[in-house]
């Protein structure tokens, strides 16, 4: 347990973390329920790999130098507070009124191809008829809503390794 507590533990706490997030994202939710992800699920998957890319830098390379840790720890803090922003967003779009809720649009393929990244993820931000639909629920709880409360809560793991980086 006390492994688990060093700057290199905590990350690779991170790291499988990510792992298994995606797991169930990609194995669980798509393969064997069939959901395919709608464009802020997609922004969501994208930084929680963001900061399991970092944390697994962090692991792999076990810097000594302070400098490097919190460079590596920002990169994660990045990804996971993207992720969080977007699932708070999905969250509050879910929680529309039915005529308030955007208009579902053209896929995010299409957005890729057809316009420049700024508006691809003005579009995605916006949100779309989709994204605001409450396919399945475990304890009462959409899919944003639960990845809401991981991201939350890697998101305080990362306060903890920030006070592991500066106790040094």
């Not at 969501?44 to 900061?51: A, E, H, K, P």
């Amino acid at each position: 347990m006390r492994n688990l507590m060093t700057y290199r533990g905590l990350n690779l706490f991170l790291v499988v973390m990510a792992v298994v997030a995606m797991a169930f994202a990609l194995l669980f939710l798509q393969r064997y329920m069939g959901f395919a992800p709608c464009p802020l699920c997609v922004f969501q998957r994208i930084g929680l790999m963001v900061m399991g890319v970092f944390a697994l830098l962090a692991v792999l390379i076990n810097p000594k130098r302070g400098a490097i840790r919190l460079l590596l720890w920002l990169g994660s803090l990045l990804g996971i507070l993207w992720s969080t922003f977007v699932a708070a967003r999905h969250v509050w779009i879910q929680h529309l009124p039915p005529d308030q809720v955007p208009s579902c649009g053209p896929g995010l393929d299409y957005w890729l191809e057809a316009l420049p990244m700024q508006e691809v993820v003005h579009q995605v931000l916006s949100g779309s008829g989709e994204c605001a639909v409450v396919a399945w629920r475990f304890l009462g709880l959409s899919i944003p809503e639960q990845a809401l409360i991981v991201f939350v809560f890697l998101t305080l793991v990362h306060g903890v390794i920030l006070l592991r980086i500066l106790r040094k």
